[in-house]
Structure formats: C-alpha cells, structure tokens
C-alpha cells in the first residue's frame, strides 16, 4: 500500500495513530535531556517535568486530533523543532531560553548570522530525524495499534481537561506559577531548570507575568537594605587623578591569549609589553558577567556598575531608565564631553537610544566610517582600520577637541564569534594540530592586539596623554560552550582557562598594581570612579573597587555560580553576592535609579 493510500486510510476509517503525539512528547523529553546536559539533571527527578510535558503535548495535539491529518502534526512538531533548537542555540551563548522581549528583535540575527549557526551542535539534528520517524511510523504501525476517533476524542479531552486541572490545582496549593516560578529564578542550582521543568511555554508566560508586576513594598525595603549594606566608595589617598579617560572594549577578548607563545609565536606583543610598564594597572581574573545583552551589557556593567537583567536585554525593555553613568559623572566632576566610536548601527541593541541614555555628547558609528578593510557576514570595519581612522577623526579635530577633557568609549567588532578572518589580513598560522577555533582565535588576538598597540603607540605622543587613562578590557568571554571541549584538547589543555576570564588593563594609571583575585565586570565601574577621582559622584554601583582592601576575591556569574576565593568569605557576603543580581534586575526593570538625586 503506498503512502498516499495509508493516509487515506487512516483519516477515511476515521483511524487515528497514537504515534504523532508520541513523537511530540519525545520532543519535550530530548529538549529536557540536552538543556540539562549544560545545566543540571535534577529535573528528570522531578514529576513537574513529565506532568507539564505531557499537558503541553495533548495541547500540541489539537490540530492533529481534529483535522485527523498527520500533515497537522507534522506542522507542530516542525514548528516545535525550530522553536526548540533555537532556545538551545540562545542558551549555549546567553545562558537562558530566549526571553519574550527578545523575540521582537528577530530581524537582528540577520547581522549575526555567522554567530548563530556556530551554535547548532550535532544532537540539534536529532529534532527534525524524530519528525521522520515519526511519520515513517505513524504509516508503519500495525493497524491493531490504532484507535477510533470517536473514542480518541472522547478520551482524549477528557484527559486534556482532567490533566490541565490536576496541574492547576498543585501549582495553586503551592502558592501558584509564578512565585514558584520565581523562587526557581532565584534558585542558586536550579534558576536555569525552568524550561524543562514547566516547558518554553512556561518561561513566556512568566516573561509576560514579570512585564505587568509592580514593585512590592517588601521588594522596595530588600532593595533598601541591600545598597544600605554596600561599603561607601573611599577616595585613596595620594593619587594624581586622571582628567580624560579613553576605554576600549574589545569585542571576545578573554585573559588567557595574553603572555602565550604558541608555536613560537607571541599572540599579543602588544599588549604584553605594555603590561610591563610601571605605570599599568592588570587584572588578568575578570569573570564575565553579561547575560541576555551580551556587548550591550558589558557596557551596562562598566559604564553604570549594574548587573544586566536576568532575563532579556535592558536596552530594549528599558532603553530611556535613569541611569548614572560614568559619561555623567566625567560631565558633572570633569565638564568633560563624551564620545563613543564603534563600527556597529545604532540600532544595534539600540545602542542609540541607550548611548543617549548613558550621557554620550557625540555618536560616531557605521555611517561615519569608511569600509576600507571588512570583517565578516555583516562586512563591519576591522580592528586595523577602525583605530587608524579613529586617529584621523581626533587630528582632524572632530573627536577631542583641543583643551577639553573627553571620556571615549571605543568598541571594536573583530573578534566576533566565529572568529573569521580574511585570509589577506592574517598575520600569524598554525599548524593542524591547533584546533580550528582556537587557531580562529588567536590569530584574530594577535590582529587585534596589533590593531590596539598602534593606536596606543599614537596616543603616547598626544599632548594630552599624560592626563589621559587608556582602558582596555573584553566586553565579554568569546568561546561560549566550545570552552570545555577546547580545555581537553591536547592543544588547548593547560593553555586555555577553563574559567571565563577577561582582562582590565589601565594604561597611565595612578595606582599601578597587579591585582590577581577575581573580580566582577560589575567591580570595574567603582573602581574606575577611584581611579579619576570621581568619588563623590551619586551612585558608586553595586560592586566594589579593587582598590578598596576590604574587597573580597570573588564575583557571581550569569549561572549564579560564585568564582573565587570563598574559602575566606563569610556566609554573609555570599549571601549578599547571589542577591546582587536579583536586587540590580529590580532596579532597572523598576527604574529605581531616579530616585537618586
């Protein structure tokens, strides 16, 4: 009997296969297997996993059990496959399923395309082979093992309804979804168990739930009481404060590529010398702290001293929130005028409107430069050429003008995942026994490193130097999950930090000291405000200086996993680190910076 025939036979007898529903609650259990390969197994121990599953499959159902078409399920469990490898995708770079306000900004993955596939890992593919089988069994099936319609539906709705409000009755007694939900959020183990736990659908819901909640009065005296308890910002004593600051951020850049030889070939000479100098302040154990934001957020955490949002990026849900920048404070201590330079669109993570937010005079983007040398799908300025012509724009007079005290915000696009080079711009090789991205990464390190190096070589003989902080650090880690299978590799074993580092290195600092404890992105911004005497400025951020003697080595992760020396740390400071993130989402999702005057 042909294909054609078996179909017709199933929905003119008004037969239906069990085996399409089937196929869609394997779905749910592979999704729940590889999500939890990258969090943790705990909630196959937990009948919320298989009890919600199995609710949502008999609602995935529907079209199936009323059209009697497997063409319908075929439809759902297609639109289930992409929805499903996608969150995997998001979660492998972001650490979260993808939010409810992020899905608005779709159109963005066109520019980061080449970011986005070199996420898909093999098991993806297992979600479309189980669509096939699926269908391949669906008109394989022994005819015994089919059931009338009549008697589906009855007992199919039946049992919908029944398993819908057994399921609603344990959340209520519980105290209901979305306080479970969020004690799971805050959860130092478990905040990443949702989605297997409750399914996508649960995690949206959620989403939207948080959108329309309203701060409690409980909530506004925990805020209180936590930045109550922060240590005051302490000018030290004895400094010469800078007036200008220039920071770079360097897209991906991470610690371990500094000081490495591979293959006899030095990664960054650039860098690695001005780490030498008497005058440098190095912190090689900077542990990322961006989220859903990812370059947005780093500019969150260094600019305002603000952990990013548990959930989405902030500047799009809240792009024109008060916010207490360092740009600010150089205006109001410093009169100084601040730019931002950067090869992006300014609808790029609406860096726009959230530049505008942060203080920022003078927007110089994609627009304003020219494409000489092209990076990637999204053909942005290289490193090389961005900085040559940053040069041009401040000796024509159209970046720093003379006399004025600038802070400028540089942000460099190279090192973007995958990693990418053209062949032509190359400037160092490795043999085959260097993993293919780890050789991607190096070799577009030491382009970069090249590219800064020259740039700081011209900065030297700027009049204006020896008032002027160069910073330059990682807006965040690069590697994302291709880190654990680098780290045991024969090449990257020993070589490539197992720990998501990235560097902040103050060129003509005040203070020049190693500091080799961890710290947080979040710890850059106060110690920053140290740095250019900017302390009595209205908001220090809810990190620490490293400058204060009293900081602890330590710094919390986007999976809330606390890094560093917490041997020596007291159950209270722990304590207050993992509500650090918690209280830095309310005070932007509530706007509660305005009320700092």
């Not at 542990?287 to 955490?301: E, M, P």
């Not at 989405?312 to 931002?340: D, I, Q, V, W």
Request: proline share 5%; charged share 20%; with cysteine.
């Amino acid at each position: 009997m042909t294909v054609g025939k078996q179909e017709r036979n199933v929905t003119d007898n008004k037969m239906l296969s069990v085996i399409p529903i089937a196929g869609i609650f394997f779905k749910f259990l592979l999704f729940n297997a590889i999500w939890c390969y990258y969090t943790t197994f705990t909630p196959f121990s937990c009948w919320e996993s298989y009890a919600t599953a199995f609710v949502a499959t008999l609602l995935l159902s529907v079209p199936y059990i009323l059209t009697r078409h497997i063409a319908a399920g075929v439809l759902v469990m297609s639109v289930l496959d992409i929805w499903m490898v996608a969150n995997l995708m998001y979660y492998r770079t972001y650490f979260s399923a993808i939010p409810l306000s992020s899905y608005m900004l779709a159109g963005n993955l066109a520019d980061f395309l080449p970011s986005v596939t070199a996420s898909l890992r093999w098991c993806d593919w297992l979600f479309p082979v189980s669509t096939v089988v699926t269908v391949f069994l669906t008109f394989r099936i022994d005819c015994r093992q089919k059931i009338t319609l009549r008697f589906r539906r009855r007992t199919y709705f039946v049992l919908l309804i029944f398993s819908c409000a057994l399921l609603s009755i344990n959340l209520s007694v519980r105290g209901g979804f979305i306080a479970i939900y969020r004690a799971l959020r805050s959860s130092a183990h478990q905040h990443a168990s949702g989605p297997p736990l409750y399914t996508l659908f649960g995690t949206l819901y959620f989403d939207y739930a948080e959108e329309l909640s309203e701060l409690t009065e409980e909530q506004e005296r925990e805020i209180h009481a936590w930045l109550s308890g922060r240590p005051p910002l302490v000018p030290v004593p004895d400094i010469e404060c800078r007036d200008n600051c220039i920071l770079i951020l360097a897209e991906s850049l991470e610690s371990w590529v500094l000081n490495l030889t591979v293959e006899n070939q030095e990664i960054t000479p650039y860098l690695n010398k001005l780490l030498k100098e008497p005058s440098t302040l190095y912190a090689p154990h900077v542990l990322t702290q961006v989220n859903g934001g990812r370059s947005i957020d780093a500019q969150l955490l260094m600019l305002v001293g603000l952990l990013p949002l548990q959930t989405g990026a902030y500047s799009c849900r809240f792009p024109f929130n008060t916010y207490h920048t360092l740009p600010k404070a150089m205006k109001e201590l410093k009169g100084a005028r601040n730019y931002l330079l950067t090869v992006d669109k300014t609808k790029t993570w609406n860096q726009g409107a959230v530049a505008r937010s942060f203080g920022i005079d003078t927007i110089i983007s994609y627009p304003d430069f020219r494409m000489t040398e092209t990076f990637g799908n999204r053909k942005r300025l290289g490193d090389k050429a961005f900085f040559a012509q940053c040069r041009e724009k401040i000796e024509k007079g159209e970046v720093w003008h003379s006399g004025e005290n600038v802070f400028i915000q540089m942000v460099t696009y190279s090192g973007h995942s995958p990693f990418k080079m053209p062949e032509s711009l190359k400037t160092v090789h490795f043999s085959n026994r260097v993993p293919e991205i780890m050789a991607d990464y190096m070799t577009v390190a030491h382009y970069t490193d090249e590219a800064i190096g020259k740039f700081v070589e011209y900065l030297k003989n700027h009049p204006e130097y020896e008032r002027t902080m160069v910073v330059i650090t990682g807006d965040h880690e690069g590697l994302a999950d291709h880190r654990k299978e680098l780290c045991h590799t024969k090449a990257g074993k020993g070589i490539i930090s197992e720990d998501e580092f990235t560097p902040f290195i103050v060129l003509n600092s005040p203070v020049p000291i190693h500091y080799l404890k961890v710290m947080g992105q979040i710890d850059i911004y106060p110690t920053l405000l140290n740095l250019l005497g900017l302390e009595k400025f209205r908001w220090s951020g809810i990190g620490q200086s490293i400058l204060d003697p009293r900081k602890p080595g330590i710094a919390i992760s986007p999976k809330r996993k606390i890094e560093g020396d917490t041997l020596h740390i007291s159950a209270d400071e722990l304590l207050r680190m993992q509500q650090s993130q918690v209280i830095s989402d309310r005070i932007i999702r509530f706007d509660k910076l305005k009320d700092l005057r």
